[in-house]
């Protein structure tokens, strides 16, 4: 009994943190930590104003669905989850520019057409809601303490789909909290709060840093797809220009969109549909409206890209190989690679930079790798700097990444 209370109170007046205990004296409460679970209202609470969240008004159905027997958690674009007796909900609807509570006419619609595409059982809908959410720039919620108060930490950003994985993060941040277990990456607010703050913690080897639980281990090293964003965000500003030369499902298209934000331009390319619908659909759910897909092949980029752009790029990005989920054989080739590496490197600007992720592991892939380094060792020394970071160093098998960085203009 009075475990549970309801009360308001001013967060940035009345949150008193100290190295023992949290103090809200309006409500005669000192704890040994608190925990905030704000949604919308958590994008202004000053203590975690580092998190960027961006508001976003969704819609869910929960439906009647009598004969589905489906018992897992499904998610194609749009998600469908069992609530038991032929019930189950659906959403999500992502609104970035009317932020109210009202279910509308239009959100009911798009939700019943996307579950069409995949299930052709009749439905009926019995519930509709709408509300706000917070929703952070990689999709996933935010976790953890407060670099500087370790006393006070966040739990938030779950929005419709999130709060599917509720469960799972609420014990991870559970067990973080009492034990310092270990938080995913994806989620871990130190992570999140800024990019610079990337570089740190891997030099660091730090997984934990306010509880200091994993100090002294080794570094995990960080995969080749995010030291090929570290590499671009070192360079990238507010208001560039940048390529995506393979949009692929879009993650690094939508890092680059908020890497260059609202002034700045993307252009992503891929040759399969499929591709650019899966990145468009990433950005939609992003709010992010700076990118223009090309339904093209990279080896053409310079054919098609305005000529203007030529010495103005700041940031190239080529990540080789096939979909991830989709047709294996479609699949990058050493000679438009070759092709598009070659011509995306006349576009780079003073200082811009190129990086290119080659696997070996599928068949071609080998080759493509070994020819990409022979196009890049014939570049000007005076005029590019390259490097490659091998995933077994001193032998070229395995992935590898390449930078490329313009010293010179031509
Ligand atoms: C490894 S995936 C890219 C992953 C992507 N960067 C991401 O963040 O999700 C490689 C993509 O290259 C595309 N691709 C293959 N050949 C291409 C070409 N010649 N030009 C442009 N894209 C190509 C494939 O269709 C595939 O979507």
Not at 233 to 239: A, F, H, I, L, T
Request: charged content about 20%; overall charge neutral.
């Amino acid at each position: 009994a009075g475990a549970y209370r309801a009360h308001d109170f001013d967060v940035s007046r009345e949150t008193e943190p100290g190295p023992e205990y949290v103090e809200i004296r309006s409500l005669g409460v000192r704890t040994r930590g608190i925990v905030f679970c704000q949604g919308i209202a958590g994008t202004t609470n000053p203590w975690f104003e580092d998190v960027q969240f961006k508001p976003a008004k969704g819609e869910i159905l929960t439906l009647r669905i009598p004969g589905l027997t489906e018992q897992r958690v499904i998610h194609r674009g749009i998600w469908l989850a069992p609530l038991g007796d032929d019930l189950f909900q659906a959403g999500a609807t992502y609104d970035w520019k009317v932020l109210d509570n009202r279910p509308t006419d239009a959100g009911r619609e798009e939700i019943l057409s996307q579950l069409q595409k995949i299930l052709r059982l009749p439905m009926e809908v019995v519930g509709h809601h709408a509300a706000v959410r917070p929703i952070h720039r990689n999709q996933y919620p935010v976790l953890g303490r407060h670099p500087q108060q370790p006393r006070m930490a966040c739990f938030n950003g779950l929005g419709s789909k999130g709060a599917l994985h509720a469960p799972y993060f609420g014990r991870q941040l559970a067990e973080h909290l009492t034990g310092g277990a270990p938080i995913d990456r994806q989620v871990d607010l130190v992570l999140k709060t800024r990019w610079s703050s990337i570089a740190g913690h891997f030099a660091a080897g730090q997984n934990q840093p306010s509880s200091g639980a994993s100090s002294g281990k080794r570094p995990r090293a960080l995969p080749l797809t995010q030291r090929a964003q570290l590499a671009v965000s070192e360079v990238v500003g507010r208001g560039d220009i940048v390529i995506d030369a393979t949009a692929g499902n879009g993650h690094d298209t939508q890092f680059l969109a908020e890497l260059v934000g609202d002034d700045g331009q993307v252009h992503a390319f891929d040759i399969q549909e499929v591709a650019l619908e899966n990145t468009a659909r990433r950005l939609a759910e992003s709010g992010l409206a700076n990118v223009r897909l090309w339904h093209h092949d990279h080896a053409e980029l310079s054919d098609v890209l305005p000529s203007e752009l030529t010495g103005r790029v700041a940031a190239i990005m080529f990540n080789l190989g096939y979909l991830p989920g989709g047709d294996k054989s479609v699949i990058t080739r050493a000679e438009s690679s070759g092709e598009g590496v070659f011509k995306a490197a006349a576009l780079l600007k003073l200082g811009g930079i190129m990086t290119v992720l080659a696997y070996t592991g599928h068949d071609g892939g080998q080759s493509e790798a070994d020819r990409i380094a022979s196009i890049l060792a014939a570049f000007p020394a005076d005029e590019f700097e390259i490097k490659t970071v091998e995933s077994q160093p001193g032998r070229s098998v395995g992935p590898r990444l390449f930078h490329v960085k313009r010293l010179k203009a031509r």
